[in-house]
């Protein structure tokens, strides 16, 4: 492996937890470990290993970026690293505001309905 894949995977755990990276890995196969290799070097091994800027902040753009694009599959997944990242309910809050101005009120809707959901689960123990 890499020195970028072993960054990016410390990071990676650090950020997701070990259950669910372990989960991930476990439901790897010959078709997709490409990709994953892919995503632990680039996603993970260079841009939230950077220091450029914090991990709360990378989670508030990263959540952002899911919903204004759409992308609402992940949103449960990167609002429980919030608990590792830093990220307040706060600061989730004002990202999908950004959202709701610059991207649209139905998919900050859909982003926020997402996070409650899955904020209940965390205190809940479910997460």
Sequence with gaps: MSDRFETGMKV?????GDAHVDRAEDAKT???????TLITETAWGNVWASDGISDRERSMLTLAL????GNFEEIPMHIRATANTGASK???????????????????????????????EMEAGKA
Excluded: C
Aim: a positive charge; proline letters at 4%.
């Design 12 to 16: 990676r755990r650090a950020v997701l």
């Design 30 to 36: 010959a078709l997709d470990e490409p990709f994953q």
């Design 66 to 69: 899911l919903a204004a694009l």
């Design 90 to 120: 706060q600061d989730v809050l004002e990202a999908f505001q950004h959202v709701a101005i610059y991207a649209g009120v139905p998919r900050a809707n859909q982003a926020l309905k997402l996070a409650k959901q899955t904020y209940a």
